[in-house]
């Protein structure tokens, strides 16, 4: 009796139901129980299509597997999967605007630039879902939870640049204003509670 379920039966099992629970079991064996190279490739070429045939507020199950993916693929396997990449970061597009809650809309933010290559956000942006954040100082190590709001100094939305003026823009076009204010305060400033040292919040974020 065969009793492993592959990567490719889960996903024609899922590829039907944008809401099917084959999208749970493959997001757990991308996320926790680890998948092959070629597995990923699988899934990577194929979720294009299958993204395709939902509606962009029905794609949450496809997406944020393929950001998943995508935030694992290493630099030199990327121009091999740069057709399937770029269709998949064009279907986010409407699907980022689509209704969602904060916290919905954050993961589906870190979706839509694991996609567009950004290792560090794509993998990591989850992290402010309770728009708070836990980090260590550099100066003297503490580990530090900071709340996204008012403690913090926020960083003027003109002073963004890089990874910020694009997380912070990308909000805003969503109609997810209060995403993109928690924005200006992981891009701020804080001072450390233990030694008064000064530094850039997102500065000590890093990739898990
Ligand atoms: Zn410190």
Same mark, same amino acid.
């Given at each position: 009796?065969?009793?492993?379920?592959?990567?490719?039966?889960?996903? &024609?099992?899922?590829?039907?139901?944008?809401?099917?629970?084959?999208?749970?079991?493959?997001?757990?064996?991308?996320?926790?129980? @680890?998948?092959?190279?070629?597995?990923?490739?699988? $899934?990577?070429?194929?979720?294009?299509?299958?993204?395709?045939?939902? &509606?962009?507020?029905?794609?949450?199950? +496809?997406?944020?597997?393929?950001?998943?993916?995508?935030? %694992? +693929?290493?630099?030199?396997?990327?121009?091999?999967?740069?057709?399937?990449?770029?269709?998949?970061?064009?279907?986010?597009?409407?699907?980022?605007?689509?209704?969602?809650?904060? @916290?919905?809309?954050?993961?589906?933010? =870190?979706?839509?630039?694991?996609?567009?290559?950004?290792? $560090?956000?794509?993998?990591?942006?989850?992290?402010?879902?309770?728009?708070?954040?836990? $980090?260590? !100082?550099?100066?003297?190590?503490? /580990?530090?939870?900071?709340?996204?709001?008012?403690?913090?100094?926020?960083?003027?939305?003109?002073?963004? %640049?890089?990874?910020?003026?694009?997380?912070?823009?990308?909000?805003?076009? &969503?109609? =997810?204003?209060?995403?993109? /204010?928690?924005?200006?305060?992981?891009?701020?400033? /804080?001072? !450390?509670?233990? !030694? %008064?040292?000064?530094?850039?919040?997102? %500065? =000590?974020?890093?990739?898990?």
């Amino acid at each position: 009796m065969r009793i492993v379920t592959t990567v490719e039966e889960m996903l &024609a099992a899922a590829e039907a139901d944008a809401y099917s629970y084959a999208w749970d079991s493959l997001l757990e064996e991308v996320r926790h129980v @680890g998948i092959h190279d070629d597995e990923r490739a699988l $899934l990577i070429e194929r979720l294009p299509a299958i993204t395709a045939r939902f &509606a962009p507020a029905d794609r949450d199950n +496809v997406l944020l597997l393929a950001g998943h993916l995508a935030a %694992d +693929v290493d630099e030199a396997a990327w121009p091999r999967h740069a057709e399937a990449l770029t269709a998949l970061r064009s279907l986010a597009g409407d699907w980022l605007a689509s209704p969602a809650d904060a @916290g919905l809309f954050i993961h589906r933010l =870190q979706a839509a630039v694991a996609l567009e290559g950004d290792e $560090l956000w794509g993998a990591e942006l989850h992290r402010i879902d309770e728009n708070e954040i836990e $980090l260590e !100082c550099p100066h003297c190590g503490t /580990t530090l939870a900071l709340v996204l709001g008012p403690p913090l100094r926020p960083a003027a939305p003109a002073d963004l %640049d890089g990874a910020g003026r694009r997380l912070h823009e990308a909000s805003l076009e &969503a109609g =997810q204003p209060s995403v993109a /204010t928690a924005l200006t305060y992981l891009f701020g400033r /804080t001072t !450390c509670t233990e !030694c %008064d040292h000064r530094f850039r919040v997102s %500065d =000590q974020v890093f990739r898990y």
